[in-house]
Nanobody
């Protein structure tokens, strides 16, 4: 069982930065943690993912070069640093945990545990 708690969302202007945090408790060793987002009226989409052990990272094309995912294993926390934010980044952001690396990082259905979400709003 894994519990995830996100924090760090807020309202910012375009071009600003935010850092989201996802504190995990429970069994995370050997698995992967991902960030997804869901804008109003749209499907949940992949943003970024990182493996707990090796630190391998993956990004959606829409955020590559602007967002950085990182982890602090000692704190059992994963971060999403978001720079150069755009209005189209507005969404509820969720962190999610997968128990292993066997399944693709890209699909939300491959993650077993989810946080409650944190709202990010970027004004133009």
């Amino acid at each position: 069982q894994v519990q995830l708690i996100e924090s760090g969302g807020g309202l910012v202007q375009a071009g600003a930065s935010l850092r989201l945090s996802c504190a995990a408790s429970g069994r995370t060793f050997g698995g992967r943690l991902g960030w997804f987002r869901q804008a109003s009226g749209k499907e949940r989409e992949f943003v970024a993912a990182i493996s707990w052990s090796g630190g391998n990272t993956h990004y959606a094309d829409s955020v590559k070069g602007r967002f950085t995912i990182s982890r602090d294993n000692a704190k059992n926390t994963v971060y999403l640093q978001m720079n150069s934010l755009k209005p189209e980044d507005t969404a509820v952001y969720y962190c999610a945990a997968a128990p292993n690396l066997l399944r693709s990082y890209f699909y939300a259905g491959n993650y077993d545990y989810w946080g409650q979400g944190t709202q990010v709003t970027v004004s133009s």
